[in-house]
């Protein structure tokens, strides 16, 4: 059955307790995640979006228990990806003259992954849809993540269908975020903001203000993914405004892989050095290949800089490290500083390459990098040392953001 929201609104999708990687295995959910699906019941009644396809006769047997589907006036899809329509295509052979209402490059998306030209009806910023005594007001949001995502506002009600913005993978069977842990879900949202959505922090910028202009009154916010925000759900809009900044703290993150611990004991080091230069800095040594990837781009979001360390191998850095350079760089972080290490036995190109990378990912170099020979000694941990207190000293007029 549907949990009731607030009035005639319902939550209708599933919780994915199980879950332990999203997009493929592009995203880690150590939490699990939920779908978050919704019915309106008025004088119209809508379905807004649906869930992933593995919950698909779950969801239809469920809906059915909640409504008459032949009494659905209209299906909104504010997103085209799987995990929101992924039942889409069962449901709409049960009821293939529903009206669709989702944004054009919506239509494009579903087409493209369905093969089904259903009964759409295109929708874009400022266009309503009559339910009877209120409307569902629609707003676009363009790469927000994808080109195809929209929110819309149920008046009167005063709920925001928000799709994947303020949303975290998440699963709970809490419902609302005034009801879990508040540090584990403040954790899971800005894992969400960071992996997802920091390419788009002036996109996030500029359409939540358009969003704010519209005066629209806010009593609770219901994302596609996680919690729904009821206990003041503007908290975590000015987190995303916050998060947009190019957001940074008082904490440098050191990344490094190592074959045969020599890499391992600079990172080691560096990390003293950077404590005895500034007791208040927050630091995080991540040896790669024992890390989630998703974990490590949350903490270089939150870092003013980062030092990134591998040993030279076949005259390139291993694949940890050439990995999460890669995925560094598609996040388009800015306003960030970086230096390099590394060990070598024969040729020592690591640094180089990794101040390539480095500069490729907008962050702006220190310094040249410290590379060493072999196994570091007592001299070369000295200088590990004294290279790190200098990159830290190197900071310490730069205002956080």
């Known amino acids: 059955m549907g949990f009731n929201i607030k009035g005639n609104t319902y939550l209708v999708g599933n919780v994915d307790w199980e879950i ?12 699990g995640t939920s779908y978050n699906a919704y019915l309106i019941k008025e004088q119209k009644n809508v379905l807004i979006d649906t869930v992933d396809a593995p919950f698909t006769e779950v969801f239809i047997r469920n809906l059915k228990n909640e409504i008459d589907l032949n009494s659905i006036d209209y299906i909104v899809i504010n997103h085209g990806e799987k995990d929101h329509a992924g039942a889409l295509p069962e449901l709409m052979k049960l009821i293939p003259d529903t009206p669709i209402y989702c944004t054009k490059n919506a239509v494009k998306s579903l087409r493209g992954q369905y093969h089904q030209d259903w009964n759409f009806n295109v929708v874009k910023t400022g266009d309503k849809l ?21 929110l819309c506002f149920l008046t009167k009600e005063n709920i925001l269908f928000s799709n994947d913005a303020f949303g975290q993978h998440y ?41 704010l202009s519209l005066n629209l009154p806010l009593d609770i916010i219901c994302p596609s993914h996680g919690v729904l925000w009821r206990d003041n759900p503007s908290q975590i809009i000015e987190l995303y405004l916050k998060w947009a900044q190019d957001y940074q703290e008082n904490q440098i993150t050191i990344l490094y892989d190592t074959m045969w611990d020599s890499t391992r004991h600079m990172a080691e080091a560096i990390a003293d050095g ?6 208040s800095t927050i630091i995080k040594l991540m040896h790669l290949s024992k890390k989630d990837k998703n974990d490590v781009i949350a903490e270089v979001f939150k870092s003013k800089a980062i030092l990134i360390g591998s040993p030279t191998v076949n005259k390139g ?10 995925v560094i760089k598609s996040l388009e972080f800015k306003n960030k500083k970086a230096a390099s290490f590394g060990s070598y036995g024969w ?50 007029d730069e205002p956080l953001t």
């Open 20 to 31: 332990e990687s999203y997009q493929g295995y592009k995203y880690s959910t150590h939490k």
């Open 130 to 150: 009559d339910l009877g005594d209120k409307e569902l007001l629609f707003v676009e949001m363009p790469l927000l993540h994808w080109p195809d995502s929209m």
């Open 171 to 211: 699963a709970t069977s809490a419902i609302y975020n005034d009801l879990v842990d508040q540090g584990e879900l403040l954790i899971e949202c800005l894992k969400y903001y960071s992996n997802i959505l920091t390419p788009y922090n002036s996109k996030v910028i500029k359409k939540i203000e358009e969003i």
């Open 274 to 279: 950077i404590k005895a230069s500034d007791e």
């Open 317 to 326: 850095v291993l694949s940890s490290i050439a990995s999460i350079c890669e």
């Open 347 to 396: 040729s020592g190109e690591s640094t180089k390459i990794i101040n390539t990378k480095l500069l490729e990912s907008g962050f702006s170099l220190v310094n040249d990098g410290l590379k060493m020979a072999w196994n570091p000694d007592e001299d070369a941990i000295k200088e590990c040392t004294l290279f790190a207190k200098e990159f830290s000293d190197s900071l310490k």
